[in-house]
């Protein structure tokens, strides 16, 4: 399954984004599906993740309570909400699908798309 990211730009502190991810080529609903990021000068880190049926999501602490994600395996597509954002969420977001339940790690993703770019100003 192929992955492209896209609904990034810029926003002013406070305000929101909500960034898809669309699928093709394969069975999207077979996978976990989960949005990374990277800053400038840092290394790529988990920000939350959804089970195959989207039944369950977990989310890193910077993101709890301002993130959401969901999808939507019939248009085959990935969202993540973000509200409240502030200059640390600068960064280039990427999606990437999973085999393993319940992962946060970089390593046990695979099909990373090209990332959006959130640029969040002060």
């Known amino acids: 399954v192929q992955l492209q990211a896209f609904g990034g730009g810029l926003v002013q502190a406070g305000g929101s984004l909500r960034l898809s991810c669309a699928a093709s080529?394969?069975?999207?609903?077979?996978?976990?599906t989960g949005w990374f990021r990277q800053a400038p000068g840092k290394e790529r880190e988990f920000v939350a993740a959804?089970?195959?049926?989207?039944?369950?999501?977990y989310y890193a602490d910077s993101a709890k309570g301002r993130f959401t994600i969901s999808r939507d395996n019939a248009k085959n597509t990935a969202s993540l909400q973000m509200n409240s954002l502030d200059p640390e969420h600068t960064a280039l977001y990427y999606c990437?699908?999973?085999?393993?339940?319940?992962?946060?790690?970089?390593?046990?993703?695979?099909?990373w798309g090209h990332g959006t770019l959130v640029t969040v100003s002060s």
């Open positions: 990437a699908v999973s085999r393993i339940y319940y992962s946060t790690t970089i390593g046990s993703y695979e099909n």
């Open positions: 080529g394969g069975t999207f609903s077979n996978y976990h």
């Open positions: 959804i089970s195959k049926s989207g039944g369950t999501t």
